[in-house]
């Protein structure tokens, strides 16, 4: 099951692809590896747990609360874990983690992040697990939005890897970060991709560090919509911020792209049709960057409502919210936030594509997705990823919806990932007309 609950608009005229696109649908997230720290040691498992999880009143089980202070780890140590029994969606041979670890803000602070690990109910192969790293799409933008807490907190759980089944028979452990600042404290940096991708690598470092799990150093990463742009960034930052682990490859389905032009039609008529990421992108971005004040992207009425909404729940409440408080773009947002010279700097570098991707990449993007349009994922390769060198395997699946394309597409998926594992040559339709190839599923 999808978590996106988007409203459905029809597909956009091309010269605002890219803007809206931000579309972000997402379903939809700087600096170099800082250095190494002592590794902490992990507690001692608790109890198993079942599900629904102890969620109290303020949605968040204590398992999320990292010790205060934070003792010190290296990005990916494990704080504490906890194992899950009755994830629906979870073959009954395999086993949930639920996972608290270390990982590194954009300004190089130690954070807690939480997560969850499946293990598959196979004997490991003599190297070990390769390793599966999903970086999942929108489900919101505070703690209860966690997609490890196996709820429907929110309105959109639970939520796991979609065609999970056949990502565990072909062998992979499957790590998946929440993202900072879902389930643990604080700010979830919205569409922030170093923060995102940062997550995303050490999620794998995590599975690498469960105990009595034997895993190998090679890593796939995998995202859908906010999660592809994640997996995106994770490939362009791993050679710096995680050298050690062997990323084979990297899946991007729909990925949230050109993110340079997202506050570039705030003010317009297609903004007013994006306020549901438009709002917590602002509002985050403004919290996470210190160059960047609330008051030059809200007007003051809309600060008080994106502050009273954007970090206490997740993507339904805030479609409900602008709803019923009938905002609009020019009630919300302040004339000059679109050309703020900082906004678009920071825009600019939430695009993935300005750094070269070692490994192999693999894009697939439904031909009817509205959401994400496919023309701002064809921007993406024709002007970014092939330019720079990238081999990358673009792929338009027919027929395909942003919630459909992660189903239909497994097989393909699966198929390109066992390769990667397998040493063959990775394919590009870099050259090819448009930079793309057709998947009839």
């Excluded at 978590?3 to 379903?27: H, M, S, Y």
């Excluded at 073959?91 to 803000?105: D, E, M, Q, Y």
């Excluded at 703690?143 to 709820?151: D, E, K, M, V, Y």
Aim: proline residues 10%.
């Amino acid at each position: 099951m999808t978590p996106l609950r988007l409203r459905r608009r029809a597909p956009l005229a091309a010269p605002v692809v890219g803007a809206v696109v931000l579309a972000l649908g997402l379903g939809v997230g700087l600096g170099a590896c800082s250095s190494p720290r002592a590794t902490s040691t992990p507690q001692a498992p608790t109890s198993p747990k079942t599900v629904p999880d102890d969620v109290a009143a303020t949605g968040i089980p204590a398992f999320y609360t990292p010790p205060n202070p934070l003792p010190a780890g290296a990005p990916g140590a494990l704080i504490r874990t906890e194992k899950v029994t009755g994830v629906p969606g979870v073959p009954a041979n395999a086993t949930v983690w639920r996972i608290l670890f270390h990982s590194t803000s954009i300004y190089g602070q130690d954070i807690a992040e939480s997560g969850y690990i499946v293990v598959p109910g196979t004997t490991p192969p003599p190297g070990g697990f390769p390793i599966l790293s999903w970086a999942h799409g929108t489900t919101g933008f505070a703690g209860i939005c966690a997609p490890s807490l196996f709820t429907s907190q929110g309105g959109v759980g639970p939520y796991l890897l979609p065609g999970l089944s056949d990502y565990l028979k072909a062998g992979f452990v499957v790590a998946a970060t929440d993202y900072e600042g879902l389930g643990t404290p604080g700010i979830h940096p919205y569409l922030l991709g170093a923060s995102e991708g940062r997550g995303v690598l050490d999620a794998a470092r995590a599975a690498q560090r469960l105990p009595g799990l034997h895993t190998s150093s090679t890593v796939m990463i995998y995202g859908h919509s906010q999660g592809g742009q994640a997996a995106l960034f994770a490939g362009e930052l791993a050679p710096t911020y995680a050298p050690e682990l062997h990323i084979a490859g990297v899946v991007a389905a729909a990925p949230a792209t050109g993110l340079s032009t997202i506050l570039g039609v705030v003010t317009t008529s297609v903004g007013q049709g994006i306020l549901e990421f438009t709002i917590p992108v602002a509002y985050t971005w403004a919290k996470t960057y210190h160059d960047l004040p609330l008051s030059d992207l809200f007007t003051p009425a809309g600060e008080t409502v994106a502050a009273s909404v954007v970090p206490q729940g997740c993507l339904p409440a805030l479609n409900s919210a602008i709803g019923s408080r009938h905002l609009t773009a020019t009630s919300v947002f302040q004339p000059g936030a679109a050309t703020n010279p900082v906004v678009i700097a920071h825009a600019k570098m939430n695009d993935p594509g300005r750094t070269k991707t070692p490994a192999p990449m693999l894009v697939v993007q439904g031909t009817a997705d509205t959401t994400v349009p496919p023309a701002l994922t064809d921007e993406y390769v024709t002007t970014m990823a092939c330019p720079i060198g990238d081999t990358i395997d673009y792929l338009h699946v027919t027929g395909a919806t942003h919630d459909t394309v992660v189903n239909v597409s497994v097989a393909t998926i699966v198929a390109w990932m066992s390769a990667r594992l397998g040493g063959s040559t990775a394919p590009s339709t870099c050259g090819r007309t448009g930079d793309v190839a057709t998947l009839t599923p």
